[in-house]
Nanobody, 122 residues
């Protein structure tokens, strides 16, 4: 079974930085896609950033130039460096993985972490 655990959320002031980390645990050989989503109160969950195993990245327009996603393929982790934070970045941030290979199976489904709160005060 695959589990994702996030860390690094918290309360910061506008203009400051935070770094989120997510570790995937289980009998994992490799993961195709890992990324971050967020959900603010009263809004739908939205993609923030994602990174394929080949290194291709995709960012929401609202975070381009401020957020940077990175992966450690050997440790099955993904991080999100968030700089120049704004109040509108306040949300619960969720780690996501799609396409997980174990020694015996391939799981095409998406896995989600429980989420970590990021609050940016203005």
């Amino acid at each position: 079974q695959v589990q994702l655990v996030e860390s690094g959320g918290g309360l910061v002031q506008a203009g400051e930085s935070l770094r989120l980390s997510c570790a995937a645990t289980g009998s994992i050989v490799k993961i195709n896609l890992m990324g971050w989503y967020r959900q603010a109160p009263g809004r739908e969950r939205e993609l923030v950033a994602a990174m394929s195993r080949g290194g291709s990245t995709n960012y929401a327009d609202s975070v381009k130039g401020r957020f940077t996603i990175s992966r450690d393929y050997t440790k099955n982790t993904v991080a999100l460096q968030m700089d120049s934070l704004k109040s509108e970045d306040t949300a619960v941030y969720y780690c996501n993985s799609v396409g997980v290979w174990t020694p015996t199976e391939f799981y095409a489904m998406a896995y989600w972490g429980p989420g970590t709160q990021v609050t940016v005060s203005s």
